[in-house]
């Protein structure tokens, strides 16, 4: 009787791994444009902080703020040349707080497209 | 008088801004310590407490969670100045502080403990130590002062003849019956020693000489037990802080006040009078006491 054959009678049972590889780009930073930081989430403001200034340092802004979900907020400056964070907070605010708790660190993608019209004197 | 620096707790447990608040919940439950400075260089950053802790998530830097605005005191602060922060802050503990250092931490249980020994424990009442303290802390305020000293006639005889249970009895009478008399936000009465009361009072010198005649009033007109008779003497003398001038080189203190009111006394039992009023003074700044500075 062959090996095989005696491992399938059950007297020693075969012991495999498989293995799956995803490869991707890590984000650096990993975060987009915009990110709240619930009152209780796992990080706080420092924190992000502290992982802004090493990752990407002085691209974006960490706003303290007073509301009922999140504690602060972390835009990317360059947002800010294009929409001012008074403008931008509030429905950044309104819209992330639908879907998120206090618990929770949300990540935002915020695309602003400036229309502009201007009629030049010919 | 008694200072923080010297009751206060100077092996001081602290964390770092960078600690998790996991790590730090670990370390108070060791220890048993509710409420940890947080310090960055040597100086103080912060405050931790078991409260912040409880509301945040273990994942956290210690610099998310903490308590940025300390109550602090300097290590030459009063007992009763630290007390009064602790009450007006509604906090636990107090971090003491030379500079921006942290140097102790005194906490609420420890400050009570201290402060308890100067409270009477036949009567009820405090003692001469903060008799001082609140005079001075009256005429910081701006306020006039009188002190009346009160010394019970005779009253040893009552210990030799009755025994000292029946004293001690007597005693605690005369405090509910003084206290009786007393003007809450007024008068402070105190057991300074012995069979001698004191009080400190905001009233006019005038107002304060009626106010030991309604003292010594009270007790005589009071039912003893055993149908015994006390009787009792006081002194008053008042006292405004003045500021200092040059070549006034022996300034009056409270404890001159509390003195003449003695001394008082003691004449309003010699010439068998009810009271007898020394009059007033005026005391120097140099000896109200120092502010204790706060850093919030």
């Known amino acids: ?122 | 008088m008694q200072t923080i620096g010297e009751i206060m707790t100077k092996e001081l447990v602290t964390v770092k801004p960078e600690d998790s608040v996991a790590r730090v919940a670990e370390l108070m439950e060791r220890t048993r310590i509710g409420g940890l400075p947080v310090v960055e260089g040597g100086r103080l950053v912060g405050i931790i407490s078991s409260r912040d802790i409880r509301r945040c998530h273990p994942n956290r830097l210690i610099a998310d969670a903490m308590t940025k605005e300390v109550v602090t005191v300097p290590p030459t602060c009063s007992l009763w100045e630290a007390k009064e922060l602790l009450e007006r802050h509604g906090i636990e503990r107090l971090v003491v502080v030379d500079g921006d250092y942290p140097v102790g931490v005194v906490t609420k249980s420890l400050l009570y403990a201290e402060l308890g020994k100067h409270i009477d424990a036949l009567t009820g009442l405090q003692q001469a130590a903060f008799l001082q303290r609140k005079a001075l802390e009256l005429l910081q305020d701006g306020k006039e002062i009188a002190i009346i000293f009160l010394d019970l006639d005779d009253f040893g005889a009552v210990d030799k003849e009755l025994g000292h249970v029946v004293g001690d009895e007597i005693l605690c009478r005369v405090a509910k019956v003084l206290g009786g008399v007393m003007e809450e936000g007024f008068d402070y009465l105190f057991r300074y020693a012995g069979d001698e009361f004191a009080v400190v009072t905001v009233k006019p010198l005038e107002e304060a000489r009626k106010l030991a005649l309604r003292m010594v009033n009270a007790i005589s007109e009071e039912e003893w037990p055993l149908g015994i008779k006390v009787a009792a003497s006081a002194g008053v003398a008042g006292g405004r802080r003045a500021s200092p001038r040059e070549g006034d080189l022996e300034p009056y203190t409270v404890s001159d006040l509390i003195n003449m009111a003695s001394l008082a006394s003691t004449r309003a039992k010699k010439e068998r009078r009810q009271v007898v009023v020394a009059g007033e003074i005026e005391l120097r700044e140099a000896n109200c006491i120092q502010q204790c500075p706060e850093t919030v």
């Open chain 1, 1 to 122: 009787m062959s090996s095989k054959t005696r491992s399938l009678l059950g007297s020693e049972p075969l012991r495999k791994a498989e293995m799956t590889i995803r490869l991707s780009e890590f984000e650096i930073p990993p975060m987009q444009d915009a990110l709240l930081v619930g009152k209780k989430a796992p990080i706080g403001p420092e924190a992000v902080r502290s992982m802004v200034d090493a990752l990407s340092p002085e691209q974006y802004e960490i706003i303290r703020i007073e509301h009922q979900v999140f504690e602060a907020a972390v835009l990317k400056r360059s947002l800010l040349k294009l929409l001012p964070k008074d403008k931008l907070l509030p429905i950044l605010l309104e819209e992330c707080e639908r879907v998120a708790d206090e618990h929770a660190v949300v990540k935002a993608q915020v695309n602003i497209v400036i229309q502009v019209n201007r009629a030049v004197d010919l």
